[in-house]
């Protein structure tokens, strides 16, 4: 099965600074697509940036912005100009192009930003 | 706001007991995913339906099932319920179900098992 990996926890950034959360995965297929998840106290999850596995170039939505290499199998968030609204759980996800559609969570990692 | 309800929002039972979580998806949707976040366990995806039909299966306990009904909303059955049962249900939603959608998450329903 595949695995998704955070191996940051935690992590803080001062406002305004940039901050880069790391996600590894572990797959033997080719065709997949990898998501990044805010899930701020409200609990809610809300969808940050998606990238497609056979996409070359990397995802950018607004200040958010992501280092996807595929042989290192190497996803990473990158939050420019962090605000305090950025102070999240966010979590990394895998989810299958062919094999069932399943989605697979990293553990997430907790952002704090420091006024 | 997502756009998607989930009933009821906490929900305190005895275990052995059975519960029914419902979701109603985005106007337009056709897709609903059902997932559990729990604090041992992480954010587990258990099931997906689209338009009435279960499209991909997850780490769904044969305690639970769950349907997809006409009108699109979607109900998770727990039964037989246990401790660890106890978490956040997340129902999420799209358009088609089709990768790479992005989901609307609901509030989440907090079931606690005592």
């Known amino acids: 099965a595949q695995t998704v990996t955070q191996s940051q926890p935690e992590m803080s950034v001062q406002e305004a600074e940039t901050v880069t959360l790391s996600c590894t995965y572990d797959?033997?297929?080719?065709?997949?697509?990898l998501f990044w998840y805010k899930q701020p106290p409200s609990r809610q999850m809300i969808l940050v940036i998606r990238?497609?596995?056979?996409?070359?170039q990397n995802a950018t939505e607004n200040r958010f912005s992501v280092n996807f290499q595929k042989a290192a199998k190497s996803f990473s968030l990158k939050i420019s100009d962090s605000q305090l609204g950025d102070a999240a759980m966010y979590f990394c996800?895998?989810?299958?192009?062919?094999?069932?559609?399943?989605?697979?969570f990293g553990t997430g990692t907790s952002l704090t930003v420091i006024p | 706001d997502s756009g998607v309800t989930q009933t009821p929002k906490h929900l305190i039972t005895a275990t052995g007991q059975r519960v029914t979580l419902r979701c109603s998806p985005r106007?337009?949707?056709?897709?609903v995913y059902w997932y559990q976040q729990s604090l041992d366990q992480g954010l587990q995806f258990l099931i997906q339906?689209?338009?009435?039909?279960?499209?991909a299966k997850g780490n769904i306990l044969e305690r639970f099932s769950a349907q997809q009904f006409p009108d699109l909303h979607s109900e998770l059955n727990l039964s037989s319920l246990e401790l660890g049962d106890s978490a956040l249900y997340f129902c999420?939603?799209?358009?088609?179900?089709?990768?790479?959608?992005?989901?609307?998450f609901g509030p989440g329903t907090r079931l606690l098992v005592l």
């Open positions: 999420a939603s799209s358009e088609s179900g089709n990768v790479p959608e992005t989901q609307y």
């Open positions: 990238q497609e596995a056979y996409k070359q």
């Open positions: 339906y689209y338009n009435g039909e279960e499209r």
């Open positions: 106007s337009g949707d056709l897709s």
């Open positions: 797959t033997s297929e080719s065709d997949y697509y």
């Open positions: 996800a895998y989810r299958s192009a062919n094999t069932g559609n399943q989605f697979y």
